[in-house]
């Protein structure tokens, strides 16, 4: 089962725009993380946010994260063509160390 | 460094046959992961391997198993196929240590495609 939702399911936006991608979750958790596929592709590490942690930077991308909420928002800034992809959030649990993903967002950037 | 690596690519298969998946980690990692990315369903965890031990399973029937071998590459064994079973097979490898903040990478999975 999925640990939660992600908003929008759907993204189209043009190059050089921003991109927000919201995710909520259902669980207490010790870190948040955000993954990128490429179609047909694995997937690929973003970002790591911990739970004591409200947001943080990697170039373009900015996340932050809202434990009250049980929530967390993915920004990409300055959009490009490469960045279509479909974004997912990802916590730990309830197995153990292994993931339980968002239902994701699918990102299309025009150029 | 070489990624995670999967293989076969693409498979077809038909009900009722059985198939096996491979994986190999990032030299240096010692668990391994594997998901279920079907149509409409997302991607759903189904074993978790380090250190040789199966350490927990996801909610799937007991014809998905798997091992891991002494050298940590992984395989996947999943008997009497269903047609639900089409989807692709993802495997990721970590660094296992103190402290829950290692990343997974993942491999490019494999297509199963069941007729």
């Known amino acids: 089962s999925q640990q939660g939702e992600e908003d929008p399911q759907a993204l189209s936006i043009q190059e050089g725009e921003n991109a927000t991608m919201n995710c909520s979750y259902k669980?207490?958790?010790?870190?948040l993380q955000w993954y990128r596929q490429n179609s047909g592709r694995g997937l690929v590490h973003l970002i790591l946010i911990r739970s004591n942690e409200r947001e943080k930077h990697s170039g373009r991308l900015r996340v932050t994260l809202d434990t009250s909420k049980k929530s967390s928002s993915l920004l990409i800034t300055a959009s490009r063509a490469a960045d279509t992809a479909s974004y997912f959030c990802a916590t730990v649990g309830p197995h153990g160390r292994a993931l339980t993903f968002g239902s994701g967002t699918r990102l299309q950037v025009q150029p | 460094e070489a990624g995670v690596t999967q293989s076969p690519t693409h498979l077809i298969k038909t009900r009722g046959q059985q198939v096996t998946l491979r994986c190999s980690p990032i030299?240096?990692?010692?668990?391994v992961y594997w998901y279920q990315q079907a149509l409409g369903l997302g991607l759903q965890f189904l074993l978790w391997?380090?250190?040789?031990?199966?350490?927990n399973r996801g909610n799937f029937p007991p014809r998905f198993s798997g091992r891991q071998f002494p050298n940590y590459s992984s395989e996947l064994n999943v008997n009497a196929l269903e047609l639900e079973d089409s989807a692709l097979y993802l495997c990721a490898s970590s660094l296992e240590g103190v402290g829950w903040d290692q990343p997974q990478h993942f491999g490019d999975g494999t297509r199963l495609s069941i007729l």
């Open positions: 391997y380090d250190e040789g031990e199966e350490r």
């Open positions: 030299s240096g990692h010692t668990s």
């Open positions: 669980t207490s958790i010790n870190n």
